[in-house]
Structure formats: C-alpha cells, structure tokens
C-alpha cells in the first residue's frame, strides 16, 4: 500500500492550488481517503475525507465552501482542489487511507487512517 502526494506550493493569500494522492496496494471499494495537514507546532487536523463507495464527503468547518474533494477512481487518485487561500493554510498536507466502515464515523481523527503518504508542503504568501 502506497500514497503519494503532490501539488504542494508557494501561492499567494486568494489563490488556488490542487494538491494530488496517488494510491497504489487498494482500491476506493473499501477504503476512504482523507487530507490532513499539519502546521509548525500544532496538531495535525482532519480538513477533508471523501469515501466514494457511500457517496460520502466531509470538511473541516474551516475549509468548508473552499475546499473540495474528488476522487478519479480509473487513475485511484484523490484531489483536492484548494480556493481562496489564507496564510492560515499553511501546513505540510497529507493523504491518509482507512477502512470506509470505520472513518465515516468520525473522519476528521487521524487514528481511524491505517496509511499516510509522506506529505506535501502547502505555503500561502500573505
């Protein structure tokens, strides 16, 4: 099982940026992804998960109506597509695989996820 991210960049505070997750090892029929992102010196926090096989989304009330998930089942890869950016965005994003059964109950803990890809940076300029 593998997850790789891509995407992360320096972008100014309003921009746009899609950060990617590449899944290898499994498939979308039974496992959610999620995106978690953690800043210097805070706790890493649950921004979005998506478990296509329950029509499933959720969004951290901080992202809601600027962050979207997606999910290209032919290429098993996750997007989120990330608007109106703020410096408060900042933080190392990454992607997070766990059992669809489990992470519908509480999507946002990252103890639900069993694999993490490596991260990528996410830096919004002000």
């Known amino acids: 099982v593998q997850l790789v991210e891509s995407g992360g960049d320096l972008v100014q505070a309003g921009g746009s940026l899609r950060l990617s997750c590449a899944a290898s090892g499994f498939t979308f029929d039974d496992y959610a992804i999620g995106w978690f992102r953690q800043a210097p010196g805070k706790e890493r926090e649950g921004v979005s998960c998506i478990a296509s096989s329950e029509g499933y989304t959720y969004y951290a009330d901080s992202v809601q109506g600027r962050f979207t998930i997606s999910v290209d089942s032919a290429k098993n890869t996750v997007y989120l597509q990330m608007t109106s950016l703020k410096s408060e965005d900042t933080a190392v994003y990454y992607c997070?695989?766990?059992?669809?059964?489990?992470?519908?109950?509480?999507?946002?803990?990252?103890?639900?996820?069993?694999?993490w890809g490596q991260g990528t940076q996410v830096t919004v300029g002000s």
């Open positions: 997070a695989a766990g059992e669809t059964r489990w992470v519908v109950a509480g999507a946002g803990d990252p103890r639900l996820y069993y694999y």
